[in-house]
Structure formats: C-alpha cells, structure tokens
C-alpha cells in the first residue's frame, strides 16, 4: 500500500475562495482523522469517521469548515469560503482496529496558504 | 474534556538519554500513543502503552501508569537524527487527541 495519500500538498488561495483537500485512506482502515496543525494550536483533531460515517466534528472551527466521506477511500475536507486565519498544514490520518496495536498512519499533509 | 501536558523544549548531548513526560486527563481511556514528527514531515508512530509499564522498541522505550495520568518516552543513544518533535496522544474512544508536543534538540 502506498501509505494515506492527500493532494494537493501545497495550496495558495485568495480569501473568499473555496478550497478543498482530498484524502485516500490506506486500504481497509476503518477510522480517518483529520488534523490542523499550526505553530500556535499544535495539532488539532477537526473531525473523525468510522466506516465512513462522521462521528465527532466538535473540533471543526466554525460552518465554513466541512468534511465528507463518500465511501472507504476517499475523503474531503472543504473550507468555504476561505480565510487567512485557516492557514496551517492540515493531515489526514487513517487506522485499523483489527490488532491491540492502534497505530495511526498520517499522509504528508495539505499545507495551505490563505492571502 | 481531555487535556495532555508535555514540556515545550528538551535539550541533550549526542549519545545521552533523554525523558520526556505526558500527564493527561481524559475521559474513555485506552492507551497512550508517542509519535515523531521532523520539520516539515509527517507524524510517525513511536509506540503505545494500553497498560501500564514499559515497552521498549529498539532505543525508544514508552511507560504508562493508569492510576497517575502519566506516561514518558525515553531516548537511549541519542543521535543528531533524533532532532523532532515528540507528540504524546490518547487514544479515547478511538479519538486521537494530541499535545503540544517537545521540540528536542540533540546537540554534538
């Protein structure tokens, strides 16, 4: 398996745009996370799936924020409209429960860069 | 709601041990993560304590104690390729939660 794959891995957009960042999953995880990180706030979980079905979303900022899993592999996280303060790098991350061991495997980030 | 403290920055020498500590509190509790991120990188898992003790993986080794909210990454042989941050996270209800994470610095 190619590991958890997000694109783009780097974005610039103007404020008021809308953006979107995809997620591919490693193939047969049931749990996908998405995170912020920035310098100021660390590492924050925005929102988490099971099987495709959102679970908590407490940690999404505000209603600009959104985030869809249409099926098993494949996720998005949307920012409409855009603003400088969304700034950050943003992961997906993807586990499995089948073992004890509750690894999390994190792709290489979206960092995005709002002007 | 769940909180983790860590200490912000650590400092050693090549070849020294380092440990860096997590208290947390949470609720729903299932074990305890450590995870490496380089600048610019990705976090990468390190180990997981579900119960308490120690596990050793190589030169890293990870303790939990349940009843003290504690856990701790140590370091063994430091290497200048040690240089990252290290993120303790509980795993609570299969929620990961993250602190802020230590900044090492391994120094020559």
Redesign the interface.
């Known amino acids: 398996d190619a590991g958890v794959i997000q694109s783009p891995r780097h974005e610039v957009t103007e404020m008021g745009q809308e953006v979107t960042l995809r997620c591919k999953p490693i193939s047969g995880h049931d749990?996908l996370?998405w995170?912020r990180q920035t310098m100021m706030r660390?590492?924050e979980?925005l929102i988490?799936f099971?099987n495709n079905v959102p679970?908590?979303d407490s940690g999404m900022p505000e209603d600009r924020f959104s985030a869809k899993m249409p099926n098993a592999s494949f996720s998005t996280l949307k920012i409409q409209p855009s603003e400088p303060r969304d700034s950050a790098v943003y992961?997906c991350?993807s586990?499995g429960?089948q073992t004890?061991?509750?690894?999390?495997?994190?792709?290489?980030?979206t960092r995005l860069t709002v002007v | 709601g769940q909180s983790l403290e860590q200490p912000s920055e650590v400092t050693a020498v090549e070849g020294a041990i380092v440990q860096i500590n997590c208290t947390y509190q949470t609720s729903g509790f299932?074990?305890l993560?450590w995870y490496q991120q380089h600048d610019g990188?990705?976090?990468?898992?390190l180990s997981?304590n579900?119960l308490d003790g120690l596990e050793e993986t190589g030169r890293f080794s990870s303790f939990l104690s349940r009843s003290d909210s504690y856990g701790y990454l140590l370091l063994q042989e430091l290497q200048m390729k040690d240089s990252a941050s290290y993120?303790c996270a509980v795993?609570s209800s299969?929620?990961?939660?993250?602190?802020?994470?230590t900044r090492l610095l391994v120094r020559p």
């Open positions: 749990y996370f995170y660390g590492l979980l988490y099971n679970i908590d992961f991350a586990k429960t004890m061991n509750t690894e999390a495997f994190f792709g290489q980030g | 299932y074990g993560s990188g990705a976090p990468t898992f997981y579900a993120f795993d299969y929620k990961l939660i993250f602190g802020s994470g």
